[in-house]
């Protein structure tokens, strides 16, 4: 998994042109039944892909806390939502609530979630290619392919599969 990981920003780098096209195509005419192919091309990766492998979204980049993420967390974790937030979060650009630092304060040594049950919404649903229609959030899953190498994986099947 390790060397994986060191050659996927590379790997997605190289291609990001390609993507991009493919992911245009499809924005302009996607198959009435892309959620369902993508719902069967996500299952297909991750029956292969364990994510306590690799765990690298954990390791480098972090989630946006919704309100209601803060508040189920801070209450799993005995604290008050304030308390929670001066603790782990800060807020970035965008004005939202992210961690203040990566790796993720709540990865263990072996890859597991210490809040896995709780966990926020954005985590729980990465890398996001088994949403609801899946063409609208084109730049994010090429962004994810350079971080996710199920993402990266499920993108080169859809080339292969999917008509734009």
């Not at 229609?133 to 084109?138: C, G, L, T, V």
Request: proline content about 5%; charged content about 35%.
């Amino acid at each position: 998994m390790e060397e994986i990981l060191k050659n996927l920003p590379e790997k997605a780098k190289d291609k990001h042109k390609e993507n991009k096209k493919f992911f245009a195509k499809l924005r302009k005419r996607p198959p009435k039944d892309l959620d369902r192919q993508m719902q069967e091309m996500h299952e297909e990766e991750f029956s292969r892909t364990n994510c306590l492998d690799c765990a690298n979204c954990c390791k480098t980049t972090g989630p946006l806390f919704t309100n209601k993420d803060i508040e189920r967390i801070s209450k799993h974790l005995k604290l008050k939502p304030q308390q929670f937030i001066e603790q782990y979060l800060r807020i970035d650009e965008d004005n939202d609530y992210v961690l203040q630092q990566v790796p993720c304060t709540f990865l263990a040594a072996d890859n597991y979630c210490l809040i896995y049950d709780v966990r926020p919404k954005a985590c729980r649903e990465f890398p996001h290619t088994d949403r609801k229609d899946f063409h609208k959030i084109s730049n994010l899953t090429i962004k994810n392919t350079a971080i996710c190498p199920a993402a990266y994986n499920i993108v080169e099947e859809m080339k292969k599969r999917v008509k734009g």
